[in-house]
Nanobody, 121 residues
Framework: QPQLVESGGGLVQAGGSLRLSCAAS????????FGWLRQAPGKEREFVSV???????MYADSVKGRFTISRDGAKNMVYLQMSSLKLEDTAIYYC???????????????WGQGTQVTVSS
């Protein structure tokens, strides 16, 4: 059974940085594309970033230039490096996986439990 476990969330001041990690197990890592998605209080879940099996990356306009997604096949890990954090980045961040390369948060098949990121002023 595929399992995704996020870590690295926390409280950070605006302008600061955090790195989220996602440990993947129970699936063939090289066969999957991985995404980061987030959900802020009172808002719908939204796409943040995705990395393909081959390393191709895509970002939401709101995070472009500030966030970097990466993957490590040797460790079955996916990361989201977040810099220049803004108040509006506050959300629960989810790691997700699918064999399709997509930016549609509804199309990811497997999800982690989420990790809270709170940006304070």
């Amino acid at each position: 059974q595929p399992q995704l476990v996020e870590s690295g969330g926390g409280l950070v001041q605006a302008g600061g940085s955090l790195r989220l990690s996602c440990a993947a197990s129970g699936l063939t890592f090289t066969s999957y594309n991985f995404g980061w998605l987030r959900q802020a209080p009172g808002k719908e879940r939204e796409f943040v970033s995705v990395i393909s099996r081959y390393g191709t990356t895509m970002y939401a306009d709101s995070v472009k230039g500030r966030f970097t997604i990466s993957r490590d096949g040797a460790k079955n890990m996916v990361y989201l490096q977040m810099s220049s954090l803004k108040l509006e980045d506050t959300a629960i961040y989810y790691c997700a996986a699918d064999t399709r390369f997509t930016m549609d948060h509804q199309r990811f098949r497997y999800w982690g439990q989420g990790t809270q990121v709170t940006v304070s002023s």
